[in-house]
């Protein structure tokens, strides 16, 4: 299982750009690098999934170099309503285990 | 709507007294999944399920159990809760495998006093 490690908090202000790292060192070639956001007492709600290069959806980006053994979740524009605690996860689309391991999670606080 | 379905919201209950958490899903989803989340430790998987009749331990499986009877629906069961089962749960599920795009429940907290 790849374990990910992600900065424990990052403060922005209101209509920058954010970006967060996630590494992955030991990610194995079947899996993929999926970023999930979650507000406190609620569920992680998905962002973005890639396995490559560079992925876009109208949230945010995603980056993902050639060894893949990190990425990065690009927030553009932040609002304060992005505050929350955004987790990068590394795994298959199942295989010999269907095991999960979250990290710590980043917390973003975005100030006006 | 595609949804996970959580229940109960909030319970209390106190030690040793059977409870289960329902976790029902309508998006005719493979794999679900459960986890607990507690504050400095994120979130820990319990148990997780690849399809009907097959279930398999997370990270944290002790203390708990779980039934794939149905495919939309994974209950965990508290046979004998305790005071270090307090937590905020969470129900999850997704297409395939962990790494397909988890759609996740609205959450338990429960409280064993």
């Known amino acids: 299982l790849a374990k990910t490690t992600q900065p424990i908090s990052m403060d922005s202000y209101e209509g920058q750009e954010v970006n967060i790292t996630c590494s992955h060192n030991?990610?194995?070639?079947?899996?993929?690098i999926t970023w999930y956001q979650q507000f406190p007492s609620q569920g992680p709600r998905f962002i973005i999934q890639g396995y490559k290069t560079k992925v876009t959806n109208e949230v945010a980006s995603l980056f993902i170099p050639a060894d893949r053994k990190s990425s990065t979740l690009s927030l553009p524009r932040v609002s304060l309503s992005d505050t929350a605690v955004y987790y990068c996860l590394v795994g298959p689309y199942g295989g010999a285990t269907n095991k999960l391991i979250f990290g710590t999670g980043t917390l973003l606080a975005v100030q006006p | 709507e595609a949804q996970v379905t959580q229940n109960p919201r909030y319970l209390i209950t106190v030690t040793g007294k059977k409870l289960t958490v329902t976790c029902s899903q309508n998006m005719n989803h493979e794999y679900m999944s459960w986890y607990r989340q507690d504050p400095g430790l994120g979130l820990r998987q319990i148990y997780y399920?690849?399809?009907?009749?097959?279930?398999d331990k997370g990270d944290v499986p002790e203390g708990y159990k779980v039934s794939r009877k149905e495919k939309r629906n994974f209950p965990l069961i508290l046979e004998s809760p305790s005071p270090n089962q307090t937590s905020l749960y969470f129900c999850?599920?997704?297409?395939?495998?962990?790494?397909?795009?988890?759609?996740f429940g609205s959450g338990t907290q429960l409280s064993v006093l």
């Open positions: 399920s690849m399809n009907v009749e097959v279930t």
């Open positions: 999850a599920s997704s297409k395939g495998g962990p790494g397909e795009k988890l759609f």
């Open positions: 030991n990610i194995a070639t079947n899996d993929y």
